[in-house]
């Protein structure tokens, strides 16, 4: 399986990534700067270009104090949805990725 794991430099990643490579499967890890969760292209340019199997999303707010404070940077670090525009994923040649 080929895999794109997104928040790398968290303890829950290095586990999976770990976890999945003894199993013989390949991972991609990203964090920033490579990716970018709160930018949709970053996001679909990562994808697109590597064209995992699997995404798996360990990327994580970890500023509680400022999470609480401050719900305007808590809403902008959401993963932006891409799944809202119903791809088909990888997407085939000449194709929008739309289904």
């Known amino acids: 399986m080929r895999a794109v794991l997104i928040g790398s430099a968290g303890m829950l990643a290095q586990d ?27 996001v679909r340019e990562r994808l697109t270009a590597h064209r995992p199997q699997v995404v798996i999303n360990c990327a994580a707010y970890t500023a509680v104090d400022r999470a609480e404070s401050g719900p305007r940077v808590n809403r902008s670090s959401r993963l932006p949805s891409i799944a809202r525009d119903r791809p088909t994923w990888p997407p085939s040649a000449g194709s929008s990725g739309r289904t």
């Open 16 to 42: 999976v990534t770990v976890e999945l490579g003894e199993r013989g499967h390949e991972v991609l890890a990203l964090d920033l700067p490579e990716v970018d969760i709160t930018r949709r292209d970053s």
